[in-house]
DNA sequence: CTCCAACCTGGAGTGCGCTCCAGGTCAAGG
DNA sequence: CCTTGACCTGGAGCGCACTCCAGGTTGGAG
């Protein structure tokens, strides 16, 4: 099963079009096959190392760093200690984004616990999310909340 | 504990001072006090509010949105429930980047244990990271491992 | 009083990662 | 053959969130 369109190649990738075009311009797809009429042909390669850009992009790795990847991986076997190095690194600032997330998804959440302990707020937020303890509408502001309300 | 300098308003809130005179500039931190010679002084309102932001902005609230919550609490206790929805619709979002974040790191640990199952790859690997089961370096390349190396 | 580091302003510049555009070409259905 | 939608190229433009700069002011230590 090889071959895709571009349009193909964006939709299973997650990418647009432009972004393809613009990878293999810029050096992290290369060599993409072409019909001959010049069309551009992904193949199952292609495909797995956009799957791979996809997960890397979206793990916040900045490009420059996805193509230093991507031509050690081209220069040849000899290079594996250096990408897993790459991507063993990466994976570090990657547990430590989580960790900040969890913190600051914490700290969210508080605040808009501060907002359905308020008065008058028992009205959506019990139809929209009834998982948190619902029936506690009491008038009292959390102490310690001063302002940015 | 009132009445921070710039310098000291930055290093707790973890902003620049440039991005402090920018979120004042753009209206996300209104009113801020100065001294008579016209230097800022942070109050602990202040604080707490670049806090937020900073809480909002490491969730990947975009500013334009930070800007409106902002103005909404500046109007007044009637935009309570809005400013709820808002935090509500946020938290939404982070929870999907949460799992998104989780899924391609699993993605990337898989990769990364590619690697480690390479002959050659007992090094380092296993001195940085001795967490995941050492001992292991048979040289069988994992199946389904076409390409993107 | 002097010094100098910290601060001020308005506005221009930067880096990233795309995204859009004009003006063409390709290829499959009818 | 003709049409039409998907595709091609090089290059310009964009949105975001800062970041930097020049040229001047402030204010606390010595």
Chains 1, 2 share one sequence.
Request: hydrophobic content about 40%.
């Amino acid at each position: 099963m090889s071959g895709y369109a571009p349009s193909e190649a964006a939709r299973r990738s997650g990418f647009s079009l432009d972004t393809l075009r613009y990878y293999e311009k810029i050096g992290l797809l290369a060599d993409v096959e072409r019909t001959a009429g010049g069309q551009r042909v992904f193949t199952d390669d292609d495909l797995s190392w956009l799957l791979l850009f996809r997960c890397l992009r979206d793990t916040g790795m900045p490009i420059a760093q996805m193509r230093r990847y991507a031509q050690l991986a081209r220069a040849g076997e000899h290079t594996a200690a250096e990408r897993h190095e790459l991507l063993h690194h990466h994976a570090a600032r990657v547990e430590e984004q989580m960790r900040l997330l969890q913190r600051q998804y914490d700290h969210l959440r508080e605040k808009i616990r501060f907002y359905e302990r308020l008065p008058g707020a028992v009205r959506e937020s019990q139809i929209e999310q009834p998982t948190v303890a619902a029936g506690q509408a009491a008038g009292q502001v959390a102490a310690g909340q001063v302002a940015a309300g």
